[in-house]
Nanobody
Framework: QVQLVESGGGLVQAGGSLRLSCVAS????????MGWYRQAQGKQRELVAE???????KYADSVKGRFTISRDNVKNMVYLQMNSLKPEDTAVYYC???????WGQGTQVTVSS
């Protein structure tokens, strides 16, 4: 059974930083295209960043230059370093592999202006 558990969210002022973590069980992250997604209130879930099994990385235009996705193959975890946060980054953040697995509870990120 696949389980994805996100953590690291919180309340931060604009310009601040947070590091999100996703621990995976039941899958091996380095063999999957792992992504961070977010869903703001009243909006659709969107892909923020993705790291493929081949370590190709892509970002949504809205976070390029501010967010960094990475993974730890030993710990089987995926991370999202978020810098220069903006109020529009406020959302619940989730990790998944192209939505193929059940969504976890996510972690709330709130950026105050």
């Amino acid at each position: 059974q696949v389980q994805l558990v996100e953590s690291g969210g919180g309340l931060v002022q604009a310009g601040g930083s947070l590091r999100l973590s996703c621990v995976a069980s039941g899958i091996i992250v380095r063999f999957n295209d792992m992504g961070w997604y977010r869903q703001a209130q009243g909006k659709q879930r969107e892909l923020v960043a993705e790291i493929t099994g081949g370590a190709t990385i892509k970002y949504a235009d809205s976070v390029k230059g501010r967010f960094t996705i990475s993974r730890d193959n030993v710990k089987n975890m995926v991370y999202l370093q978020m810098n220069s946060l903006k109020p529009e980054d406020t959302a619940v953040y989730y990790c998944n592999s192209k939505g193929f697995y059940s969504w976890g509870q996510g972690t709330q990120v709130t950026v105050s202006s």
